[in-house]
Each structure stands twice: as C-alpha cells, then as structure tokens.
C-alpha cells in the first residue's frame, strides 16, 4: 500500500453496486415494449451499434400504428353504413309524401323523427366551406388536401332535410317546357345574293347564203383515231368498211403504233356529220377501239 492513500472498506462495493443498477436499467430499457421512442434513445443505440435493436423498436411502432390506422378505418366504415341507412330511410319517406301528396310539413316532421331514431347527430356541410375556400383562394396557388380533408368528403351532409320541397305542377310558368320559344328567324334578315351578269359567249356565225358564188367555205371534218386492228389491215380496208356504213371518208392515214408487231393504228378523216355514226360501237369489229383524234400544238417558227 502506498503512503497516503486511504482506502475504505465500502468504496469498492459502492462501484459495483451502481455499475450493476445502471447495467439492469439499460437493459430493462431495452426490453420494454412500451417504452417511447426518443432521440436519446436512438443516438446511444447508434452509437453502441445496436442497429438490431433500433430496427426491432421501430417495427414494432409501426405494427401498433398499423393497428389504430385499421381501427380508425373500421370505426368510419361503421358510421357511413349508417348514414347510408338513414338516407335511405328519408329518400321512401320523401317519395312517399310526393306520391301521396302528403303536406310537406308532415313529410318533414316524419323525417326529423327518423333521423332522432337514429340517434346520429346531422354533419356540418364541409362540403360547401371548402368550396368557398378554393373560392377565395387565388388559382395559381395549389393547395394539397390533408387526411381530414378527405374524410370530410367522404360524408355527406344533411342540411335542409326539412325543408322539403313539395310535388312538381304541369302549370309552373319556370319551367322551361312551358316557356314559349321565339322563332329563330325573327332575328335574321334574308340576304339575297347578286346574280352575276354572264359573259355571251362569242359563237362563231356560220354562213347560209346561197346567191353568193364568188367564195367557197371549206366543209367542217372529225379527226377519228382507230386503233388495236390486225397488223395487216390497210387503208383501203378502212375506206371500204366505213363505205359500207355511208360513211363518207376523205382521207385515211396509217399512224406508227407503239406495237407494230401487235397492232395497228390509222387516222381517219370523216365528214362532220357522219361523227356520231362513226363513234357508235356497232360500226367497229369487236376489240378495236376508236377515239376522237387530236392534233398537236404546232410550234411558231420564224419566217423566212
């Protein structure tokens, strides 16, 4: 032992008394169920890593507020049934009184009973508050509904179950079947549109003296285009069928075809008047066919 040291006999089992009670409280901290969870709680876990612990505490809060948030739900499911039951209850009564044509005081009064039957006290319209709100409220600035909030919409209200409105008469001057509708076109003027004055078209006069022998006019012809005939056929053939049919001819020209070895094509030149004649499927052979011919644009060439 050293010199000046003094050492009582009940320090040393003081030390391991208070060692020992700390010890226990730690651990009957940690075992405990329903002990709170606090920030000293998780910063002497986290720092003695007791990281299993923390997340077992933890867990377990969350399965008791998973409990309530289902009782909760239970209890509101319970309350709607309700609410629906009586609603339904005041609807007959209220389709009762209109078929019935019941006073609609009487209606009310047998409806105020059945909703003190039930003994539900009627709901606050939140509905209409909070439209007046949103109202209020500028519109650029967005607003997030909270928990209450939506089960605030869940309920419906019942304010004005007694005032109750009575039947509906066919002789209500509001309705908007009786309202006599204006005709529509009492407030539109008819516009007449203006008839365009059309252009005479400049028909060419065609001559029909007969004392004047001095001039002679060319007679009017039609360009026929026949074609899709035996390669063989020449012009003589066409003169002579066409001669067969009164038609008078005054030319027949034989066209280079696009298939020679297929086909041939001829420029017919007939008299005006026998054009309708010429153009009837009956005049041809079966397969030919024939067209009205057109000439080309000539092109301008210098003179000489």
């Known amino acids: 032992m050293c010199c000046g040291s003094k050492v009582t006999p009940t320090t040393l089992p003081e030390k391991k008394m208070t060692n020992s009670i700390a ?15 606090d920030d000293e709680f998780f910063s002497s876990a986290i720092e003695n890593s007791d990281t299993a612990k923390v997340e077992n505490k933890y867990l377990k809060k969350l399965l ?6 289902i009782k909760s739900l239970c209890v509101n499911l319970n309350i709607l049934h309700k609410q629906i039951t009586l609603l339904n ?10 078929s019935n044509n019941h006073n609609p005081e009487t209606t009310s009064q047998e409806i105020n009973e059945i909703v003190k039957n039930s003994k539900l006290l009627p709901l606050k ?22 928990q209450g909030d939506k089960d605030k919409k869940v309920k419906k209200t019942l304010r004005g179950y007694s005032e109750l409105q009575g039947p509906v008469q066919d002789d ?8 006599t509708l204006q005709n529509e076109d009492d407030n539109w003027n008819k516009v007449k549109s ?17 004392d004047n022998s ?53 420029k017919v030149t007939i008299d005006h008047k026998d054009q309708d004649v010429a153009m009837k499927p009956e005049t041809w052979p079966p397969g030919s066919c024939v067209n009205r011919f057109f000439h080309r644009i000539l092109k301008k060439t210098a003179l000489p």
């Open 125 to 146: 319209n939140t509905i209409d508050e909070q439209q007046k709100k949103t109202q209020d409220s500028p519109s650029n600035q967005a607003k997030t509904p909270n």
């Open 23 to 37: 010890q226990e409280e730690v651990a009957a901290s940690i075992n405990d169920p329903d002990n709170e969870l």
């Open 64 to 69: 008791k507020e998973k409990d309530l948030h």
């Open 194 to 210: 203006k008839k365009r004055h059309r252009r005479e078209s400049n028909k060419p006069i065609i001559g029909c003296s007969v």
């Open 214 to 266: 001095t001039l002679k006019a060319v007679p009017r012809r039609s360009f026929i285009h026949v074609y899709r005939l035996n390669p063989s056929t020449t012009t003589k053939d066409i003169e002579d069928h066409l001669c067969m049919s009164n038609i008078c001819t005054f030319g027949v020209e034989k066209l280079q075809s696009r298939y020679p070895d297929l086909y041939s094509s001829f």
């Open 172 to 179: 209500n001057e509001n309705l908007d079947n009786n309202k």
């Open 89 to 98: 209850n005041i609807i007959i009564k209220q389709e009762e009184g209109i």
